[in-house]
């Protein structure tokens, strides 16, 4: 049975854990080769493996993306090997992304932490694939984040660049669109590394956000946010561009 | 002196900003108040968090400053272009400098606004739309309006509201001014306004005035489209 990603190829910044880990083993369920980009490969194997184990063939990749040539590497490399980009998934976040801000009295390094990784290495990313989605009509992915639509109190500079990316998108979709490259995001609400911590030290405090979720739970990066996310990358998708789709258990409607 | 209300208009020297702040301005003289409104522009490099703090002692010495106008985008944010042609140093300047400059003004403000101030920050439609070559522009527009969000939920405690207001882009980046030689952006938008034409400065100035009332101060968080109908957001 042909799978919906059969022999396509996508590079999934970010996904060492969580969202980009669960979505890069999805991409392989449905039968990509997936580019695994991580900042430390040597560090990532047992990513590689959950892939391959999952049915795709995996691509170990130095990935840091706030380094401009890291990530031309990479997207060399997939492009040496297989001749082709089908998809380009950006999830990689700034490692400081979960923590709680001082807005009024942040300094701008800390905001340059957040911008390097997810506004200018969008941007980044997006310039370096554009040849090779052209050549492929193919997709361009962003995680983005509920924090970037609602404008989270302990999160404002978190919110500021994710939100900073649904109007990438809505852009690019249009500048692309004539390229028949197609541009979305997705919105998660899901198990992520700093939520697994807050389980193990604060679990009352993680019962409490999920009883904000209509379904009841945090979403599984692999089972929950994967799907939605190989259906964007897929020809499924192939009338929806500019878009960003939540998927939040029903946690927000509002958006 | 220093019992006089001050407004603050942020990138007064043109388009929306400029006509804003000489509408406020005339509002003042025309209902014999006394507020004081000052206008922040091109002397100012807003990114630069020692000189907008500067700028706000300075404007504090002359009274309570209890509203501001944020209007700041970066001119070379209206210029068109591809990404795929921009350097690094181009789409810092078109995208990036908008939101560092949002991000230290509205330190600023936090510092020097008084409780139950009132925050208006007037943008242009394209982040909810998106348009083609202006990509930094649309995601600094996203990212600021989203950033005050998040800050009106962090300042509420303080009773002071924020809350944003979007125009046309050929509103934002003219005013009052006529169109003239200057080639204004194309912006792809869901049809002609609803509306009939009118001026969007009086429009903005009218709402202005509305989130500065005690029934204004029930806003905080919220958009308002300024388009005349252009673009109803679902």
Known sequence: ?255 | MVNENVTVVIGADRGIGRAIFDGLRNAVSDDGTSDVVVGLGDEIDFADPSAVAASFAEIATRGTINRVVFCFIDESAFTPAPIIEMDEAAWDAAGERSLRAALITFQEVHRNIADGGRVVLVLPTVGAVGVADLVPLCSAVEGVRVMAKAVARRWGARSITVNTIEVELSAFILGDEPVGDRVLPAVATLGASALPAGSATQDVVGLIDMLSTDAGGALTGALLVADRGTVMQP
């Open chain 1, 1 to 255: 049975m042909t799978k919906l990603l059969d022999g396509r190829v996508i590079l999934v910044t970010g996904a060492a854990a969580g969202v980009g880990r669960g979505v890069a083993v999805a991409m392989a369920e449905a039968g990509a080769i997936v580019g695994i980009g991580v900042r430390r490969p040597e560090n990532a194997v047992d990513v590689a493996d959950e892939v391959a184990a999952a049915g795709g063939t995996p691509v170990l990749l130095r990935c840091d993306v706030t380094d401009g040539a890291q990530s031309a590497a990479a997207i060399a490399e997939l492009m040496a090997t297989y001749g082709r980009l089908d998809a380009l998934v950006h999830n990689a976040v700034s490692n400081r992304s979960s923590e709680p801000t001082d807005f009024e009295n942040a300094s701008l390094e800390l905001w340059e932490e957040h911008a390097s990784v997810t506004v200018r290495a969008t941007w980044r990313l997006a310039v370096q694939a554009y040849p090779h989605l052209k050549a492929s009509r193919g997709a361009l992915l962003l995680m983005t984040s509920p924090a970037g639509i609602e404008g989270s109190a302990p999160l404002p500079f978190y919110s500021a660049v994710k939100a900073s990316q649904r109007g990438f998108v809505r852009a690019l979709a249009r500048e692309w669109g004539p390229d028949g490259i197609r541009v979305n995001s997705v919105a998660p609400l899901a198990i992520s590394p700093a939520l697994e911590n807050l389980q193990a030290t604060d679990p009352e405090r993680v019962k409490r956000i999920e009883s904000l979720v209509p379904l009841g739970r945090l979403g599984d990066p692999r089972t929950d946010i994967g799907p939605p996310s190989v259906f964007l990358c897929s020809d499924e998708a192939r009338y929806v561009t500019g878009q960003t789709l939540v998927v939040s258990g029903g946690r927000f409607t509002s958006l």
